[in-house]
């Protein structure tokens, strides 16, 4: 198992370039299994998720490469519909095959997610839209077992918009026999990417970018390619990295817009903000550091995945602020954490009410999920002496080893191998 030792206090300086999109890449792979044959994944990041994803997927038929972070996926011999529990268990995102496969065989056995670190993270609207597509579901023994001779379109209606629910529901309706309207669908760039992707393949979706879907089934689809799009929430994680650290950073990545809202509180915040042809500067050298209130929500509101980074940032804020997580009620287990460094931070219910400390102080800490790793990575970076990480696999699920970026930005950040558990 890996550790982080951090020792605090460089100010950070210079250029990275951000890696392709997790989540977004996580939702692509998946989509590859509604045709047969070759599709290439451009900037997809070397994390963990992806390689659990390649598992999965391997398992099912498809051949799949990975090199300089372009994923080949070739589906042409899909032979089995299960994706079981060993692959499930380590990644929620494992689910999205359940629309491709079900929409193409007409039968997914696909293991039940568990629970999250932070809670129960249920698929009810999953399953409720694929039986509207005409699917039975059974739950049997941890899975679940879908099947239809041939999935319908039907009208949709979302009473939360969710990312995941909407990625499988296309997944499975560009592939039925008719058209399916999805209402409140979710309108995340990864969703948008998914979108153009499955367009790109031959599918018929109108209203991409929207809450209203129309999607008109096809028979069949062919292989595509496609350039995936930046880690939002890695471009964020670094310039809170600067901004904590009273830096000046740039980095480079596509479609910027993707992360006004993280921009516009950093900016609120007092950091200068820059923005070029696929680069964001950022300027925290006379940072006046004020405390800003933080609410997430869905797209183009600020994202729950970077709660905790804020929380962190907040932490050395001037005056009091409020984090309130709309989205996920308890991802707070980085509070106590980001108190053991020293932060004074009080979790009530889904938010953080957080007192801006002058200083932080090393300290050994646990990571404890993925945003929560960032977030004392972040703390590691701006306290005083050594902070130690312990347990950065959840790190590693989705950042392609930040400590190299951090690195050439001028951090103090080794990654040393330890016997603990
Ligand atoms: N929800 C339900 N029922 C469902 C599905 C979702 O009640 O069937 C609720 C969830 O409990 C949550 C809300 O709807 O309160 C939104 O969840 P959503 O389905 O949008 O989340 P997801 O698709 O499971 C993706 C990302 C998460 C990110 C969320 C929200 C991937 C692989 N994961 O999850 O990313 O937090 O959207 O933006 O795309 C991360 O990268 O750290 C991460 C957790």
């Known amino acids: 198992m890996d550790k982080f030792i951090v020792k605090g206090g460089n100010k950070l300086k210079g250029k990275v370039r951000v890696s392709g999109a997790k989540n977004s890449a996580l939702a692509l792979m998946p989509a590859t299994l509604l045709n047969s044959g070759i599709n290439r994944l451009e900037n997809t990041p070397e994390v963990r998720d992806i390689i659990t994803m390649m598992r999965l997927l391997s398992e099912l038929g498809v051949e799949s490469k990975f090199d300089d972070h372009i994923v080949s996926l070739d589906t042409s011999n899909i032979t089995s519909q299960v994706a079981p529990y060993e692959h499930v268990k380590k990644m929620r995102a494992s689910v999205y095959v359940l629309g491709p496969l079900l929409t193409r065989y007409g039968y997914a056995k696909v293991s039940m997610p568990g629970g999250c670190a932070w809670g129960p993270r249920p698929i009810n609207l999953h399953l409720e839209a694929m039986k509207k597509l005409g699917a039975e579901i059974e739950l049997d023994s941890g899975y679940i077992i879908a099947k239809s001779k041939k999935l319908h379109g039907a009208r949709i209606s979302f009473d939360i918009s969710s990312v995941g629910a909407t990625g499988n529901i296309l997944m499975a309706a560009v592939l039925a026999k008719g058209s399916t309207h999805i ?46 799009i930046s880690d939002r929430i890695e471009a964020g994680t670094l310039l809170i990295a600067g901004a904590m650290t009273r830096g000046q950073i740039q980095i480079e990545c596509n479609q910027i817009e993707n992360l006004n809202a993280i921009l516009a509180k950093l900016e609120d915040s007092g950091a200068k903000i820059s923005v070029g042809n696929n680069l964001v500067g950022l ?24 709660q905790a980074q804020w929380t962190a940032y907040m932490s050395m804020a001037k005056g009091s602020s409020t984090v309130t997580d709309t989205i996920y009620n308890d991802r707070f287990k980085h509070v106590p954490e980001l108190n053991r460094l020293g932060a004074n ?64 930005l001028g951090a103090d950040i080794e990654r040393v191998k330890t016997e603990e558990f």
Do not use: C, W
């Open 183 to 228: 209402s409140n669908a979710a309108i995340e760039p990864e969703i948008t990417q998914l979108s153009n992707y499955l367009v790109s393949m031959g599918a018929r979706i109108n209203g991409i970018g929207t809450q209203e879907l129309e999607v008109e089934g096809v028979d069949e689809l062919h292989s595509a390619d496609i350039i995936n």
């Open 283 to 306: 300027d925290a050298s006379n940072l006046d550091y004020t405390a800003i209130d933080v609410t997430t929500g869905i797209f183009p509101a600020f994202p729950t995945d970077m």
């Open 345 to 408: 931070i009080e979790n009530v219910g889904n938010s953080a009410i957080i007192t801006g400390v002058e200083r932080l102080k090393g300290a050994i800490v646990m990571s404890t999920d993925l945003r929560a790793s960032a977030s004392l990575v972040l703390a590691g970076l701006a306290a005083e002496g050594t902070t130690e990480i312990l347990r950065i696999y959840h790190l590693d699920r989705g950042y392609q080893r930040i400590e190299e970026k951090l690195k050439e």
